[in-house]
Structure formats: structure tokens, C-alpha cells
């Protein structure tokens, strides 16, 4: 059984039936998700969504599927790790790390949104899917495509990191690298997407896909058990999750499964494509795209589709943000890795990143709840940090060569060993 009403554009309220549409015709504005929510409230407890297995379909009649989901029952409900020893280096007590590095299967925050547009895509009775990408959703349109037996194309630019091809062409689907950024590989979509009727994820379905990353927002409320954090610093690429976690935290409040607490959300950007920072820094509505130039591919988006929404949302909360520059990005990489043990991609750095300055800002106080959001899994991105780490040493097979190396690093001598 399904909540949704029908979908309803952003900007005038022109509504329009559930159907495979994203633009207003009248006015061009985002069509949205409408849900009847006084419905939800009388169905959904607290105690029937913890009976549920642990997937993002725990959270089902928020989200805009008809029937039981085919696709997707192992993803979402990622750890939320509290890290004593990073908020410790960070003087925070409550510091919270909202881990999609091991999302299920294509270990990125995409496992998500492309979960709900598989399952919408076969709703609607389409054969074929497709998504322009910066790469982690072409992995999990790819490999979600293979799970529900659907033809896949995936379009990205050329430069993406290898982990990025490889784990999509391995799942079947056709990849095809365009010369050009994200937003050119976008622009060739849309013409695309008219012309061959196929279900690209993040065009033609995007106002369900979205929907998706509103369980990222759900988990790190229950995780919390069923309190909102303090902060949580989002990363923003299209601006697809932060409007969404913002959404699910006003969701979880209407329906009745939160309490009234409040919550400041805060974008994060790399300094080499932050056209949403430079707007709210400069507190001015309008967003002037940029050339994007940083590691951090996958949130390399010079032209977001949602930036203003991301605007919206950050301001309503009273949050802020901030740009991390390519270097503090791999610092804090390597700061995450080494202190808890995980290990992101330039996405999570980046927010980390911006997390750190937040602090130092005075915006962030030591007694208070923070989740940092980390997005992607650094094994999917090795070319970023591999020339930023030590190379491992090379010697013989000899115990008298490992004595010497010891020694040279400086960790004093080895116990004398037992006769
Ligand atoms: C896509 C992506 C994001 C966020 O993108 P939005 O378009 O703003 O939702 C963040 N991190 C990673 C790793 C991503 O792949
Ligand atoms: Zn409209």
C-alpha cells in the first residue's frame, strides 16, 4: 500500500499525477513527492519500523513505492559510529560518524536513492535504465540493474577514477565516458532521456530518487534513538541529501516518531567546486556555476540542479557551511582512517574537513551532538591519497634487515628474545 498522493511541483504547487515526470509545465520548478501524511502518522510507530529487518525499506510508507521492493533489501541502515577517539583530538564528547562507506553493494550513500528508483523504474514498467553520473551512482545504478534484470547505460565524464569504470562496466551495463564535465554528460541526458524513453535514475525518476536519500536522515534519527543531533554536516554535490536529510527530520517530527528538538544542518563543498558556499557566504540566492577543479570527483558539480534548495534548507536550520581545499581534504582522510578506523573518500574528507573548521568557528560546542556524513568509500578512490601516504619500505627475507629497519624508524630495539 502506498502513501503517496501524487507529485506536486516546488515552486507554484501545480500537482500532477504519479507518473514518471520532474518539471512543472508551467513554471519549470522540481515536481516533488506528495504524501498523506495524516495517514502515515495513524499507521507508523516507533515499534513497527524496529520489527523491521534492517534495511532502507524499514522506513517504506515515507518513502514513494507501490509494493513490496525488489531491489535494495540489503542496503541503508548503515552504522552510525560514535568516535570517542576522534572527538577526543576534537574536544567533542557527541561526535558521530554516519558511515555509507559500507553501504550495501556499491559501498556509497547512491545505494540509497538508486534502491527507490529501480523499484519506481519497474513500477512504471521501464526495461531500460540509465543515470549521468560522477561516478558512485553509475556503480549502483549498474550493479541495482543487474539485481532487478533491467538493460543499463550508464554516462559519465572522462576522468573519473578507475574503481568507478571498472565497477560499473563488471555489473553488464554499457558505460559510456563523454568528453566533458558533469554538467555536459547531464545536458546530453536530458536530450537523451526524451528522445529514448528510457528511466534515467536522476532525470526522469528524480523526484522519486530523491526520495531515497531521506533514509540516511531516518536511520541517523533512530541510531540516535529517535533524537535529532544537534549538527550534521551534509555533503553537497547536485544538492540532492541535504535538502532530504533536512526533510526526513521534519518528517520524522510530523508524523509523530520524533520530538520536537532542533537541528542546524551545514553544507560542505570541495574549495575546487563550491558554487553552493560561495551563494551562502555571500547570502545571495542566486548560484553562479563554477569549472569544477578537485579530488574530490564525486561531488564535483559545478552547476547543482537543487543548489538553491540546498540554500533553503541550510538557512531555515540556521546551519551554515564551509569549503575544504584538496590538501585538507586528504588530511582529514587520513585523520578518519587513523583515529576510527574508516576510511572515505575525498566526499567524507571534504565534510570532515568542514566539520573541523565548524568547530574552530565556535559553531559547534563541546557538549553537543555532531554527525558528519561520509558518503563514499575511499577504496573506490585510491588515485586520491596514494601519492599523500608513506610507501611501504622493501627489504630481503632476513630478520637482520627487519632489526635494521626497526632501528632506523626509531621504535628503539627489539626485546631480546628468549633463548
Ligand atoms: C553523489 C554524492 C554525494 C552528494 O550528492 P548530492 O547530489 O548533493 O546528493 C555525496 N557524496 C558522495 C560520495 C556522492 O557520490
Ligand atoms: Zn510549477
Same mark, same amino acid.
Not at 43 to 51: G, P
Not at 150 to 167: D, N, R, S, Y
Given at each position: 500500500?502506498?502513501?503517496?498522493?501524487?507529485?506536486?511541483?516546488?515552486?507554484?504547487?501545480?500537482?500532477?499525477?504519479?507518473?514518471?515526470?520532474?518539471?512543472?509545465?508551467?513554471?519549470?520548478?522540481?515536481?516533488?513527492?506528495?504524501?498523506?501524511?495524516?495517514?502515515?502518522?495513524?499507521?507508523?510507530?516507533?515499534?513497527?519500523?524496529?520489527?523491521?529487518?534492517?534495511?532502507?525499506?524499514?522506513?517504506?510508507?515515507?518513502?514513494?513505492?507501490?509494493?513490496?521492493?525488489?531491489?535494495?533489501?540489503?542496503?541503508? @541502515?548503515?552504522?552510525?559510529?560514535?568516535?570517542?577517539?576522534?572527538?577526543?583530538?576534537?574536544?567533542?564528547?557527541?561526535?558521530?560518524?554516519?558511515?555509507?562507506?559500507?553501504?550495501?553493494?556499491?559501498?556509497?550513500?547512491?545505494?540509497?536513492?538508486?534502491?527507490?528508483?529501480?523499484?519506481?523504474?519497474?513500477? @512504471?514498467?521501464?526495461?531500460?535504465?540509465?543515470?549521468?553520473?560522477?561516478?558512485?551512482?553509475?556503480?549502483?545504478?549498474?550493479?541495482?540493474?543487474?539485481?532487478?534484470?533491467?538493460?543499463?547505460?550508464?554516462?559519465?565524464?572522462?576522468?573519473?577514477?578507475?574503481?568507478?569504470?571498472?565497477?560499473?562496466?563488471?555489473?553488464?551495463?554499457?558505460?559510456?565516458?563523454?568528453?566533458?564535465?558533469?554538467?555536459?554528460?547531464?545536458?546530453?541526458?536530458?536530450?537523451?532521456?526524451?528522445?529514448?524513453?528510457?528511466?534515467?535514475?536522476?532525470?526522469?525518476?528524480?523526484?522519486?530518487?530523491?526520495?531515497?536519500?531521506?533514509?540516511?536522515?531516518?536511520?541517523?534519527?533512530?541510531?540516535?534513538?529517535?533524537?535529532?543531533?544537534?549538527?550534521?554536516?551534509?555533503?553537497?554535490?547536485?544538492?540532492?541529501?541535504?535538502?532530504?536529510?533536512?526533510?526526513? @527530520?521534519?518528517?520524522?517530527?510530523?508524523?509523530?516518531?520524533?520530538?520536537?528538538?532542533?537541528?542546524?544542518?551545514?553544507?560542505?563543498?570541495?574549495?575546487?567546486?563550491?558554487?553552493?558556499?560561495?551563494?551562502?557566504?555571500?547570502?545571495?540566492?542566486?548560484?553562479?556555476?563554477?569549472?569544477?577543479?578537485?579530488?574530490?570527483?564525486?561531488?564535483?558539480?559545478?552547476?547543482?540542479?537543487?543548489?538553491?534548495?540546498?540554500?533553503?534548507?541550510?538557512?531555515?536550520?540556521?546551519?551554515?557551511?564551509?569549503?575544504?581545499?584538496?590538501?585538507?581534504?586528504?588530511?582529514?582522510?587520513?585523520?578518519?582512517?587513523?583515529?576510527?578506523?574508516?576510511?572515505?573518500?575525498?566526499?567524507?574528507?571534504?565534510?570532515?574537513?568542514?566539520?573541523?573548521?565548524?568547530?574552530?568557528?565556535?559553531?559547534?560546542?563541546?557538549?553537543?551532538?555532531?554527525?558528519?556524513?561520509?558518503?563514499?568509500?575511499?577504496?573506490?578512490?585510491?588515485?586520491?591519497?596514494?601519492?599523500?601516504?608513506?610507501?611501504? @619500505?622493501?627489504?630481503?627475507?632476513?630478520?637482520?634487515?627487519?632489526?635494521?629497519?626497526?632501528?632506523?624508524?626509531?621504535?628503539?630495539?627489539?626485546?631480546?628474545?628468549?633463548?
Amino acid at each position: 500500500m502506498s502513501y503517496i498522493t501524487n507529485l506536486k511541483c516546488k515552486e507554484c504547487g501545480q500537482e500532477y499525477p504519479v507518473a514518471p515526470l520532474h518539471v512543472c509545465e508551467t513554471c519549470f520548478g522540481p515536481l516533488e513527492v506528495n504524501y498523506d501524511y495524516a495517514k502515515i502518522r495513524a499507521a507508523l510507530t516507533r515499534a513497527k519500523i524496529e520489527a523491521r529487518p534492517h534495511n532502507l525499506w524499514r522506513y517504506r510508507e515515507l518513502l514513494p513505492v507501490d509494493g513490496d521492493p525488489e531491489v535494495g533489501p540489503h542496503s541503508g @541502515f548503515t552504522p552510525l559510529v560514535h568516535c570517542r577517539r576522534l572527538g577526543a583530538e576534537l574536544g567533542l564528547k557527541s561526535l558521530y560518524i554516519k558511515d555509507d562507506t559500507v553501504n550495501h553493494p556499491t559501498l556509497s550513500y547512491k545505494d540509497r536513492v538508486v534502491s527507490v528508483a529501480i523499484t519506481k523504474a519497474r513500477e @512504471f514498467g521501464f526495461t531500460t535504465v540509465s543515470c549521468a553520473s560522477t561516478g558512485n551512482l553509475a556503480t549502483a545504478v549498474a550493479a541495482h540493474a543487474a539485481r532487478a534484470g533491467l538493460k543499463c547505460f550508464i554516462f559519465m565524464p572522462e576522468g573519473v577514477e578507475a574503481g568507478k569504470i571498472v565497477g560499473s562496466t563488471i555489473y553488464g551495463a554499457q558505460v559510456i565516458t563523454i568528453r566533458g564535465n558533469y554538467d555536459d554528460v547531464n545536458r546530453l541526458c536530458s536530450e537523451i532521456a526524451d528522445k529514448y524513453g528510457w528511466a534515467f535514475v536522476n532525470i526522469n525518476l528524480r523526484p522519486y530518487y530523491t526520495e531515497g536519500a531521506k533514509t540516511f536522515g531516518f536511520e541517523i534519527a533512530e541510531q540516535l534513538g529517535w533524537k535529532l543531533p544537534d549538527h550534521v554536516v551534509v555533503p553537497t554535490a547536485g544538492g540532492t541529501i541535504l535538502p532530504k536529510v533536512a526533510k526526513a @527530520f521534519k518528517e520524522l517530527k510530523d508524523v509523530g516518531l520524533v520530538k520536537g528538538s532542533n537541528f542546524k544542518i551545514y553544507s560542505a563543498q570541495a574549495a575546487g567546486s563550491a558554487p553552493v558556499i560561495h551563494a551562502l557566504h555571500k547570502g545571495v540566492d542566486l548560484i553562479t556555476p563554477v569549472k569544477p577543479d578537485t579530488i574530490a570527483k564525486s561531488i564535483a558539480i559545478g552547476n547543482p540542479a537543487d543548489g538553491f534548495y540546498v540554500l533553503r534548507a541550510v538557512r531555515e536550520s540556521g546551519g551554515w557551511g564551509d569549503s575544504a581545499s584538496d590538501p585538507e581534504i586528504i588530511d582529514a582522510i587520513k585523520l578518519l582512517a587513523r583515529t576510527e578506523g574508516i576510511f572515505a573518500e575525498p566526499a567524507g574528507g571534504t565534510t570532515l574537513a568542514v566539520a573541523l573548521k565548524l568547530i574552530k568557528q565556535g559553531r559547534i560546542k563541546p557538549d553537543e551532538t555532531l554527525v558528519v556524513s561520509i558518503t563514499g568509500n575511499g577504496y573506490k578512490t585510491l588515485e586520491a591519497v596514494s601519492s599523500a601516504i608513506e610507501r611501504p @619500505f622493501v627489504i630481503d627475507a632476513r630478520l637482520r634487515e627487519f632489526d635494521a629497519l626497526f632501528e632506523r624508524l626509531g621504535e628503539g630495539k627489539p626485546a631480546a628474545a628468549s633463548a
